[in-house]
Every structure is written in C-alpha cells, then in structure tokens.
C-alpha cells in the first residue's frame, strides 16, 4: 500500500494538469464518469495515504489499497480503474478504489493530522495518542486520524530509530519516548520521500524486512502484531517493551 510520500510524489507529478480541462474518461469504476467530462480541475491534494482531484463542485478520492497504481503520461496493458486524458497528457489509475466527494475538503479531512502537511500539528497527535493508553504503539502509529500517511514501513522503520517495541503500551511508554514517536513520524516520512525520489528507499530500510539487527548483531524478531495484524520487524534486545 503507497504510504503518504508515495502520494506526494504523485500530487507533484500531475501538477501540469493543475487547470486543465479533461477531454474523454475511461475507466471500469463505477463512479459518474460524466461529472468529470469537460472539467478543469481547480487543484490536486494529498491527505495521507488519499490522493484528492478538485473540482469547483466535487472532488474525487483515489486510495490505492494494497496493490493499486498509477501512470502519468503512458499506459499499462489493462484497463485502468480510471483514466483521465487532457489535451497536454493522461493520468490512469489502476486497481485502486475510486470515490467522488462532495463538499468542503477541509471541513472532512484534518489537514494537520497529515504528518507531511505545512500545517501538521504535533500536539494533537500526542493528545489523540493519550486519548487511548491501551492502545499497542504499532496500531496507534498507523491510525490515520493520528499519523495520516504512515504505513507499514515507516511504522517498522519509526520504532527502531527510537528503539520501542512495537508491543508497547502508550500508556507505559515514557513522555520524552512519545515526543521522540512523534517527531520521528514526519521525520523518517520526509526522509521516504527523498530517498524515494531518488530510487534509493530500500537501502536505508535499518529494519523493514531486515534479518539482522545492526545495532545488536542479532537476528529480527517478525511477527504480525497489534489488533491490525500487521508485520513487524524489531530487535528484542534494543527496542524496549513498555
């Protein structure tokens, strides 16, 4: 599943589209194709994992669940989920789930919940966090409404750098400990995202899918934890059980 940079990566991409109107839609999703027919989009926005096309009335949600994709200017050889053509190029989404909105985007998504956005605001993460203390650390860093756009990997990759066991309980897990999950949330996303930039994001993984701890020369513990049943890779030695 493409965590928040990924669709960062992608807003800017299709920036050239940015006040074009869409001349022909394609595509096997169930959406009203017509209402994007003849449209100019007014902007293109990211909101953690959700890619967001803007229309004056409307807006359409891509989210790509676990296999989905994209292609800017080129097409794959199956029909796309959705394909948008404009008379300088096409957008083509495939396997992703498709969904027009209504309304005002900001009065439904929490834009400072989004740990890339300008307008992140880290005290509401920490009182979302304390708002469940049962809560295992590996499920409340993966809890949209606190960490819009963090996903699996950088979940892995946020509880090595600040050596927690992704078993921990947020109650039990030290306040300067909270403030480090915190910050290192937007950090190692921002980090993703130039690493990813540049083809480069697997080699800095120090825990995703890693065998051998390199802090402790020992091997990873992986097990699917927390009640999302995901996979993490930690050190049992280094990463401290709260």
């Known amino acids: 599943m493409p965590e928040g940079p990924s669709?960062?990566?992608?807003?800017?991409?299709?920036?050239?589209?940015?006040k074009r109107k869409i001349i022909s839609v394609i595509g096997n999703s169930k959406i009203s194709q017509e209402r994007l027919l003849n449209r100019k989009i007014t902007?293109?926005?990211?909101?953690?994992?959700?890619?967001?096309?803007?229309?004056?009335?409307?807006?359409?949600?891509?989210?790509?669940?676990?296999?989905?994709?994209?292609?800017?200017?080129?097409?794959?050889?199956?029909?796309?989920?959705?394909?948008?053509?404009?008379?300088?190029g096409e957008i083509n989404f495939y396997s992703c789930s498709i969904k027009?909105?209504?309304?005002?985007?900001?009065?439904?998504?929490?834009?400072?919940?989004?740990?890339?956005?300008?307008?992140?605001d880290p005290s509401k993460a920490k009182e979302k966090l304390y708002a469940n203390p049962e809560r295992q650390v590996c499920d409340a860093l993966m809890e949209q409404d606190v960490f819009a756009g963090v996903g699996n990997i950088i979940k892995n990759e946020?509880?090595?750098?600040?050596?927690?066991?992704?078993?921990?309980?947020?109650?039990?897990?030290?306040?300067?400990?909270?403030n480090e999950l915190i910050d290192e949330a937007r950090n190692y996303s921002f980090d993703f995202l130039r690493w990813k930039k540049k083809f480069e994001l697997?080699?800095?993984?120090?825990?995703?899918?890693?065998?051998?701890?390199?802090?402790?020369?020992?091997?990873?513990?992986?097990?699917?934890?927390?009640?999302?049943?995901?996979?993490?890779?930690?050190?049992?030695?280094?990463?401290?059980?709260?």
């Open 7 to 18: 669709v960062v990566i992608l807003k800017e991409a299709v920036q050239q589209f940015k």
């Open 43 to 88: 902007d293109f926005k990211s909101w953690g994992k959700h890619f967001l096309i803007c229309f004056r009335e409307f807006n359409v949600r891509i989210h790509f669940l676990m296999w989905g994709s994209y292609t800017v200017n080129e097409t794959k050889d199956r029909p796309p989920r959705l394909g948008l053509k404009f008379k300088n």
């Open 100 to 120: 027009i909105i209504e309304g005002d985007l900001n009065r439904i998504y929490d834009f400072t919940a989004d740990v890339m956005s300008d307008i992140w």
């Open 158 to 178: 946020v509880l090595y750098r600040i050596h927690v066991h992704p078993e921990s309980l947020i109650k039990g897990i030290p306040d300067n400990k909270i």
């Open 202 to 242: 697997r080699k800095h993984w120090l825990a995703h899918r890693q065998k051998i701890c390199g802090r402790c020369n020992i091997p990873f513990m992986r097990k699917q934890t927390g009640t999302k049943s995901r996979r993490s890779f930690y050190c049992a030695n280094c990463q401290v059980l709260y």
